[in-house]
């Protein structure tokens, strides 16, 4: 049985989506580029701050983190108590399985500015052995460094390890420190997204974790 259940935040916990595409278009027409569609701003949804910006709009590195800089002063402003709320049954099976004593923890691209926050609204910063932010890793995912951090620091096994996500991103995360996935079709990713990356389960809402033989 998996000893530790590491989960990705946007999209996955939290229902962050809104605030998101709404903060980075904002942004878009604060600095007058030329704003992508919200298709593209949803697909970037877990990668870095600044990579969110080149990716979606085809912007270079140097504009990708002015974006970035301006987004961060933007999302303060719009990130109002209740803007990002916990995704249909995310609360009750995070205490289930904490009950059942299974460690959990965050893996999430959002820096520790605002991650911690939104978790702290939550409720749930309790529930949580370790959170781990952008600021925390030099490798952001699908690099297996967040994974590989929260394990050293718990001194558990990749095999004992699963991992849960909307992203591709997280799937590949999560199989490349060795560690199962499961991907959530609730969030910002298709299904089909998430079976190519390699996910083990794919479940249709958060509360399906305590149907799967883990």
């Not at 990668?47 to 270079?60: G, K, Q």
């Not at 959170?131 to 001194?155: H, Q, R, W, Y």
């Not at 199962?180 to 298709?190: C, D, L, M, P």
């Amino acid at each position: 049985m998996k000893k530790l259940y590491i989960f990705d935040f946007d999209g996955t916990l939290g229902d962050s989506r809104g605030l998101i595409v709404r903060t980075m278009m904002d942004t878009f027409e604060k600095l007058g580029i030329a704003k992508p569609t919200v298709e593209a701003c949803i697909g970037t949804i877990g990668l870095p701050l600044a990579d969110c910006f080149t990716v979606s709009a085809h912007l270079s590195d140097e504009v990708g983190e002015k974006c970035a800089d301006v987004y961060r002063k933007i999302f303060k402003r719009n990130n109002v108590k209740g803007a990002v709320k916990p995704f249909k049954g995310v609360i009750s099976t995070l205490n289930t399985l904490h009950g059942q004593g299974k460690i959990l923890a965050v893996a999430s691209s959002r820096g520790h500015e605002s991650l911690d926050g939104l978790v702290d609204d939550f409720g749930i910063t309790n529930l949580f052995t370790s959170i781990i932010g952008a600021d925390d890793v030099v490798n952001a995912k699908p690099d297996p460094e967040p994974v590989n951090k929260i394990l050293s620091s718990l001194s558990i096994l990749p095999k004992d390890t699963v991992v849960v996500g909307d992203a591709p991103y997280d799937i590949l995360m999560g199989k490349n420190a060795g560690a199962s996935a499961i991907g959530v079709t609730y969030g910002n990713s298709k299904r089909e997204e998430l079976q190519e990356a390699g996910a083990d389960f794919i479940i249709e809402s958060f509360a399906d974790l305590l149907k799967l033989p883990l």
